[in-house]
């Protein structure tokens, strides 16, 4: 009877463990998700900033 109580504990200790380990890893998605949007979002603010400012440069050679 002991063995089939080692069994179950070692079954349901299984199931925790992999429960554990899937919402660790859909918690790891969702982070790589906003990391992700965070970078395009901060690569299109820089790509708008380089052409601000080779406008500001082409203007500053005219001015000259």
């Known amino acids: 009877m002991g063995f089939v109580y080692l069994i179950l504990a070692l079954s349901i200790t299984s199931i925790i463990f992999l429960t554990a380990i ?25 790509s708008s900033l ?8 082409k203007l500053l050679e005219n001015i000259e």
């Open 50 to 57: 380089r052409q601000k400012a080779e406008s500001i440069e």
């Open 22 to 46: 899937v919402l660790e890893i859909t918690k790891l998605q969702a982070q790589y998700k906003a990391f992700s949007k965070l970078t395009q979002e901060t690569q299109e603010k820089l």
